[in-house]
């Protein structure tokens, strides 16, 4: 009880010396922007102000408040013993545009029209003086004709007449043009600047946003204060360059970020940071509400399924589709918190409807997608980039710098002749650093040439992954099908296929090499496929044994001497057979089609 009394007069007190007049006139402070982080989307912008405190309670006014600031998200903190009361966001119609770069601009324009009038009217004085000059000279020819036909002037003095006039008619030539170039410049320069101020205005209102911030007290002190808000209209992308020296066995991995932001307001020489965290307004959690479930027949239930498509999707949507789909706008809905909790509730709903109509494959389709969904998005990294930077709030983007890796990284090279003739470049790279990888696109070099573009997967402390380097010329295979017979025995069909596949390389150094070939693969147990017949063996590696051998894929891990081209060409040889009913044919299946 004796606590409850404490906080109404503390209270009472407060209220009191708002009442009484007691908070000194409005302080006015802008700051200066010191940090910023960058989200997808948005951003976390601090100002660093210093103020004195002239009485016990001050209101402080911080102006020059971007346009895309988000009002809610302001607060403030501050030490030395003094309190922050309140943070209040407003913003007012002003009159004319109080920003510095407007100013200057403005003032450069006006100048520029009090030299375009004085120009223009030296131009209009000449252009008058010439009339005058004209008529003169019409005067003075009519009066020369006149003289000479009485005999009263001689040739000299009509030489200088002549002069005369043709030396005016040249000052005015000149003058003319000295004027017109002058007030064209002038109207060029003052289009420019026109031009740029329609840029600062563009899509904002002649509005002042101020943070009106309530302080207790620190009286006769100069204390330091920091004010923070969320924006929008700043994002950022992340970008590779993978530079490969085979020869070295490294990688520089070259971990970039385009960044841009259009927020209203400058950031000069600030603390950057990058993150792919989701900076949400709300901290209740959603609440798990019961799902009656009931019977009804299969046509009520398709007609469920095609509404859990979102509205901008085709009616006919693949489930695998729709759980993504269901994922994203989750995702989206979270930021909300309890807002939206009816829509998380039936987003859940849907969601388990998949699960309830789908057979084994298909939902564990679905838990995969789910999980890689969390893998990839779920992950919250935060960059600190070294160093001030500057980004004007412009729609223009910027290239910045995460990282430079020196990986490791483990080359060899690929054959896949069943699909393509050449022969590729990969390794597998090592992110040995402390910093994780998130997916994006790369522009791939080798040996500091420019080999094609490439992606980067989200890629953990420890963690390896695989990237293509390009072609390599120097190394070539050829499959061909040496021989296939055909012979029936009982009720069924045997078809024995011979293959042979060339490898050479003209380099100078052995090299490794990856063959990958196949063979089909079923699950009808109608159909028998063997592999009877294979040289060199087959890889031992445990991960191809596990998955990809089951299914047909033959791998050979194999390394090719220098040199061996015709009749020293590396040779792979392999043999099987396919037993089926005589009266049946074989015919390639899709894995949808399995599934059903």
Do not use: C
């Not at 040249?170 to 740029?196: F, P, V």
């Not at 307001?265 to 019961?290: F, H, K, R, Y």
């Not at 085709?314 to 989206?332: D, K």
């Not at 002749?417 to 522009?443: C, F, K, M, R």
């Amino acid at each position: 009880m004796a606590r409850h009394v404490l906080i109404v007069i503390s209270v009472l007190l407060t209220l009191g010396v708002a009442a009484d007049g007691a908070v000194g006139a409005p302080a006015a402070a802008s700051g200066t922007v010191r940090r910023v982080t960058v989200y997808h989307g948005q951003a976390l912008v601090t100002r660093a102000i210093e103020v004195e405190l002239s009485e016990d309670t001050t209101e402080l006014v911080v102006g020059d408040l971007p346009p895309n600031i988000i009002p809610e998200s302001i607060y403030a903190q501050t030490s030395d013993g003094v309190q922050v009361l309140s943070v209040r966001y407003r913003q007012q119609a002003v009159r004319d545009d109080t920003r510095e770069e407007v100013r200057q601009l403005d003032a450069q324009m006006d100048a520029l029209r009090h030299d375009l009038k004085y120009a223009t009217e030296q131009l209009e004085h000449a252009q008058a003086q010439w009339k005058m000059f004209e008529g003169l000279k019409d005067f003075t020819v009519s009066a020369e004709h006149s003289d000479l036909d009485r005999g009263l002037l001689t040739y000299e003095p009509i030489g200088n007449l002549t002069k005369l006039i043709e030396q005016k008619g040249l000052e005015y030539l000149e003058r003319r043009l000295e004027l017109e170039d002058k007030i064209a410049g002038l109207n060029k320069d003052l289009e420019l600047l026109e031009r740029k101020r329609q840029e600062l205005m563009a899509g904002q209102s002649r509005t002042e946003r101020e943070a009106l911030i309530f302080l207790s007290g620190g009286r006769g002190k100069t204390i330091s204060l920091e004010l923070s808000y969320l924006v929008t209209g700043a994002n950022w992308q992340q970008q590779y360059n993978l530079r490969a020296d085979p020869d070295r066995s490294t990688v520089a991995i070259e971990y970039n970020a385009v960044v841009n932001q259009t927020s209203g307001e400058d950031w000069n020489g600030v603390a950057l940071s990058l993150s792919t965290a989701e900076p949400t307004m709300v901290a209740a959690a959603p609440i798990l509400e019961p799902m009656l479930v009931g019977l009804s027949g299969r046509m009520v239930a398709q007609q469920f399924q095609q509404q859990i498509a979102q509205p901008q999707q085709m009616p006919g949507m693949p489930p695998t589709a729709q759980v993504r789909e269901l994922q994203m706008s989750r995702r989206e809905n979270v930021k909300k918190g309890i807002a939206a909790n009816s829509e998380l509730n039936e987003l859940a709903t849907q969601n388990q409807f998949l699960f309830f109509n789908a057979d084994r494959r298909e939902a564990q389709e679905f838990q995969r997608q789910m999980a890689e969904i969390a893998r990839i998005e779920g992950v919250s990294v935060t960059y600190e980039l070294p160093g001030r930077l500057t980004l004007p709030s412009r729609s223009d983007q910027q290239l910045l710098s995460i990282a430079t890796i020196a990986a490791k990284g483990q080359f060899t090279l690929i054959a896949s002749p069943l699909l393509t003739d050449y022969v590729y470049l990969q390794a597998e790279i090592l992110n040995g650093s402390d910093t994780v990888l998130l997916p994006g696109p790369a522009s791939i070099f080798r040996d500091g040439q420019f080999v094609g573009k490439g992606e980067v997967p989200l890629v953990t402390i420890g963690d390896k992954f695989i990237a293509g380097f390009g072609i390599d010329s120097q190394v070539q295979v050829t499959r061909e099908l040496e021989d296939k017979t055909t012979r029936i025995q009982g009720g069924n069909r045997i078809d024995t296929y011979n293959y042979r596949v060339a490898l050479r390389n003209y380099k100078s150094a052995s090299v490794g090499l990856r063959l990958l070939d196949r063979l089909p693969y079923t699950d009808d147990s109608s159909i028998r496929i063997e592999l009877d017949k294979v040289a060199p063996a087959l890889s031992t590696d445990a991960e191809y044994l596990r998955s990809l051998r089951k299914k047909g894929v033959l791998r050979w891990d194999l390394t090719l001497e220098p040199n061996t081209i015709d009749d020293k060409a590396t040779v792979v040889t392999y043999r099987y057979t396919m037993e089926y009913d005589r009266n049946m044919q074989i015919v390639p299946r899709r894995s949808s089609e399995q599934q059903q």
